[in-house]
């Protein structure tokens, strides 16, 4: 006996399984998935780099701050010691103390906006070594009156 199959012309071609309506849905839905976990990742990543971002600026904000304090407590420290030495000393000193309050009540409201820029820690900076130096040139000078 022949075997009809094994002598017939017709070949056996593997063809490829095309995708039914269940498998592009769930190639679809893995795909959106897939990125929207991306998105969120870099997402995360980029909030942590503003987060760090901020903390960096707000220490740094706050050492300017506590610098700027500490000067001021100082400088006003300094003027009570010369107070009531020399009545003439005793105007320019509280006109100096007054000038230098002021600055200080500046820097408080600095403060709580929680930001104090380099720009303007140069200047208050500046504006008290102003002060100083008027005052201990005052003070000089008005010693040697006396």
């Not at 760090?52 to 300094?78: C, G, I, P």
């Not at 010369?82 to 509280?94: I, M, R, T």
């Not at 709580?112 to 000078?141: G, P, W």
Request: aromatic share 8%; proline share 1%.
């Amino acid at each position: 006996m022949k075997d009809e199959n094994s002598g017939s012309n017709y070949s056996y071609v593997d063809r490829p399984k095309k995708l039914n309506n269940t498998g592009i849905f769930f190639l679809i839905t893995t795909l959106i998935f897939l990125g929207a976990g991306i998105y969120l990742f870099a997402s995360s990543m980029n909030k942590t780099k503003e987060a760090n971002a901020l903390h960096t600026e707000l220490a740094s904000s706050e050492t300017r701050y506590e610098d700027l304090d500490s000067k001021y407590a100082n400088v006003l420290a300094e003027i009570e010691s010369y107070k009531g030495k020399n009545a003439a000393l005793d105007s320019v000193l509280s006109a100096r103390e007054k000038f230098i309050t002021d600055l200080r009540s500046n820097l408080n409201s600095e403060r709580k906006k929680r930001k104090i820029s380099d720009a303007e820690y140069k200047t208050q900076m500046a504006s008290l070594n102003t002060v100083v130096t008027e005052m201990n040139s005052k003070i000089e000078e008005l010693q040697k009156q006396n």
